[in-house]
C-alpha cells in the first residue's frame, strides 16, 4: 500500500515468515535508509518452515538450527521487531484528494492485539497463510504449520502407539514418515484418489499411495471435496 516513486520513511512489514523476513533484508540492500518494522503474531525469530515436518519433527534438530535471522542480527539490519504481536487492524489514512507524492498519498495505521499502534508509509503484508481446521476440530488434535505446533506434535509423538493424519499430501506424508520411524501405527485420509494427487498427478500419486502402505502407513480416503475442508470421516478401507 502507498507509493513507491518517493521513498517512504517507514516501511512496516506484517508477518515475520521467510516473505516478511526477505523483504525487510532487501529493502536494506536495496538502499532504504528508513525505518523498517516486522510485526509477527509468532513469538519466534522468523524461522524456516521445511524443516518443520522433516528434521525437527524428527528429533534430528532443535529450534536454534532453523532461524533464518534472529533477534541481534534484526536489530543489525536495523528492523525494529514487534515479536508476539498480531496486527489485528489496518487503516488508511490518506486524503484521496492529493496526488502530489508520498505524503499526500497518507500513511496507514496498524493496530496490533496488545493495543498499541504503528504508522507506516508503506505497509507490506506478509501474513502466509493458516492450515485449514476441521469444522468443529476438537482442541486436542493437532494441526502443522509453526514451530510450537511442531514441538507439540514432538512431543506427542514420544508417547503414542498409532495416528491418523488428515491431509495425505507432503506434509502429511513426512509427518507419517516420522511417526512410522517411531513404530506408530499411522492411518493418513486423503480426499483425492491418491495421496499428493495435486502436486504430482494420479499416476505418482498412486506411486506415494504404494510407497506409503508399503511403509505401513494405512492410506484411506477422506469425505469431503478437494477445495474444501474434508470431514472427519474415515473411509471403510482406512478403518482397517
Ligand atoms: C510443515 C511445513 C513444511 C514445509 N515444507 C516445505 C518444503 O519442504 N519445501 C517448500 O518449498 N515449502 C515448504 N513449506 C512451505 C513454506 O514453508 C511456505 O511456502 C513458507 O512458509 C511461506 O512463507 P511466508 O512468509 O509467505 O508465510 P508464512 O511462513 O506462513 O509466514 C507468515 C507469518 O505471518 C504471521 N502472521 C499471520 N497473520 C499475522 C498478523 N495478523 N499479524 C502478525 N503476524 C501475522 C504468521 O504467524 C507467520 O509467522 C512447508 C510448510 C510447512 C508448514
Known amino acids: 500500500m502507498g507509493g513507491m516513486s518517493v521513498q517512504p520513511e517507514h516501511v512496516l512489514v506484517v508477518g515475520a515468515g521467510l ?28 524461522y524456516d518452515r521445511p524443516p518443520l515436518s522433516k528434521q525437527l519433527l524428527a528429533g534430528e534438530w532443535e529450534p536454534e538450527r532453523i532461524v533464518l535471522r534472529d533477534l541481534d542480527a534484526l ?37 496490533l492485539s496488545d ?14 497463510v493458516v492450515a485449514r481446521r476441521l ?27 498409532s495416528l491418523v493424519i488428515v491431509g495425505g499430501g507432503f506434509i502429511g506424508a513426512e509427518v507419517a514418515g516420522a511417526a512410522r520411524a517411531r513404530g506408530i501405527a499411522v492411518t493418513v485420509l486423503e480426499a483425492l484418489d491418491v495421496p499428493a494427487e495435486r502436486a504430482l498427478g494420479a499416476s505418482l500419486g498412486a506411486l506415494v499411495a504404494r510407497l506409503m502402505s508399503r511403509r505401513a502407513s494405512t492410506c484411506g480416503r477422506a469425505r469431503g471435496s478437494p477445495g474444501s475442508p474434508p470431514t472427519v470421516s474415515p473411509s471403510p478401507t482406512a478403518r482397517r
Not at 88 to 101: F, I, K, N, T
Request: with cysteine; hydrophobic share 35%; proline share 4%.
Open 75 to 111: 536489530d543489525e539490519l536495523g528492523v525494529r521487531t514487534y515479536l508476539g504481536t498480531e496486527a489485528v487492524a489496518l487503516r488508511h489514512q490518506g486524503s484521496p484528494e492529493h496526488h502530489g507524492g508520498a505524503s499526500d498519498r497518507g500513511r496507514c495505521e496498524v493496530e
Open 135 to 161: 469444522p468443529d476440530q476438537p482442541t486436542h488434535v493437532h494441526t502443522l504449520r509453526t514451530l510450537d505446533d511442531a514441538l507439540a506434535l514432538r512431543a506427542v509423538l514420544d508417547r503414542i502407539g
Open 19 to 46: 516473505a516478511g523476513l526477505r523483504t525487510t533484508e532487501q529493502l536494506r540492500a536495496a538502499g532504504h535508509q528508513g525505518r523498517i518494522s516486522l510485526v509477527g503474531a509468532e513469538r519466534h525469530a522468523p
Open 115 to 128: 493495543g498499541a499502534t504503528l504508522h507506516g508509509d508503506v505497509v507490506v503484508v506478509a501474513t502466509g
